[in-house]
């Protein structure tokens, strides 16, 4: 049993929380249960795949919550903008959120983008226990201030089995997502909780089909692309760890190395100054029952990730991780998404249960 001792530990048990970062923070509570934050960079507008903590307590299929009778899902996608408070829900169709992507378009940067992971529920609701969500890859275009969306595709395909999160392109037809699990109900996906059991990281062109790019990827969750398009960066939720994946010119991804950290991660995201960050999962075990029960908190963390340029990248260290910051729950409880704006010194934290959105200045 010696090897269970690593894995308890790398779930949180015995962990102490620390204050870090806490000064000055503030929320919004009109932004809640917002699986995914991603940031537009020249406006500093926030883009959130947001539901409400009431409604995932029925339904996450991510961690096998799937209470199909429960009260109908409120997701919606909406914006923020931090400069003057604006919140903008936008009307589309009947979505049930997860993961998220806002891209600027190749011919057009005014012109955005949005790829959203869609955990629909089945036709027959009676029968969600056994086949999971059905889920789906929603491609939607907008512009930088507008209040609404069009919808462009729906992506159903047997390569997209337990979406988690999702990285676009700028042609908005194509993206590269993780699976999370590898199956959507089986008893097997307890067994990712030892590492037992991997996901995948998928490739879609919305022409040419689906495609695994990578299987047997452990506790696939967060994905992240690096600005030259070619690195992927997906983070491991159960065991701790970022991937380091490479494109290849037929899309397949090519694990490099394994960037390690003392806890898992859920979402990704690289900042202006090309530094990436990430959300800490402090507890595992807390942040299952947060999801279940959204009223108890869940401790939460960000983390930085840098190329090491110092002594220690001659003996293999290649990045340096960094705890940004910590909390007991109090400020920023069972944290999903971390948002790093360079530019105005700002770290931005959410949750898929959380009951509001964090700011604080860095």
């Known amino acids: 049993m010696l090897w269970l001792q690593p894995l308890l530990v790398q779930h949180g048990l015995g962990r102490v929380i620390e204050s870090l970062s806490l000064l000055e923070c503030s929320t919004v509570p009109a932004l809640a249960a917002c699986e995914k934050v991603v ?14 903590p009431e409604s995932r307590a029925h339904w996450v299929p991510a961690v096998g ?33 997860h993961g998220l992507d806002v891209v600027p378009s190749a011919s057009n940067p005014s012109e955005l983008y949005v790829y959203a992971v869609n955990h629909r529920k089945p036709a027959n609701r009676q029968s969600a226990a056994v086949t999971g969500a059905d889920s789906t890859i929603e491609i939607f275009k907008t512009t ?36 999370d699990h590898s199956t959507k109900t089986s008893v097997r996906r307890i067994l990712s909780l030892l590492g037992l059991e991997s996901g995948s990281v998928g490739y879609c062109d919305v ?32 065991l701790g760890g970022i991937y380091v994946l490479e494109r290849q010119n037929d899309n397949a991804l090519l694990k490099t190395h394994t960037i390690p950290t003392d806890r898992g991660l859920d979402n990704l995201m ?28 869940s401790p939460a963390s960000a983390h930085s990730v840098v190329r090491n340029t110092g002594a220690g990248s001659f003996y293999g260290e290649k990045f340096r991780v960094t705890k940004v910051f910590e909390d007991d729950g109090t400020f920023a409880s069972g ?28």
């Open 270 to 297: 690289l900042d202006t100054d090309g530094v990436l960050w990430g959300a800490g999962i402090p507890s595992t075990l807390a942040i299952i029952k947060h999801i279940a029960n959204p009223s108890l908190l």
């Open 39 to 52: 940031l537009h960079p020249p406006t500093g507008v926030l883009y959130l795949a947001c539901s409400s």
């Open 144 to 179: 930088v201030g507008s209040t609404s969306l069009d919808h462009l595709h729906t992506l159903r395909d047997p390569v997209i089995l337990t979406p988690n999160d999702i990285v676009g392109s700028a042609d908005g037809r194509s993206f590269f997502f993780t699976n």
């Open 65 to 97: 919550q799937l209470n199909a009778s429960g009260p109908d899902e409120q997701d919606y996608l909406a914006s923020y903008d931090p400069a003057t408070g604006a919140i903008t829900r936008f009307a589309s169709m009947s979505l049930s959120v």
């Open 207 to 238: 022409k040419a089909g689906c495609k695994f790019a990578i299987e047997n990827v452990v506790g696939a969750n967060g994905i992240a692309r690096a600005p030259n398009n070619d690195t992927i960066f997906v983070s491991n939720s159960i």
């Open 335 to 362: 944290t999903t998404s971390v948002v790093h704006d360079a530019q105005r010194r700002r770290l931005f934290l959410h949750g898929i249960a959380s009951p509001h959105l964090t700011i604080c200045p860095l």
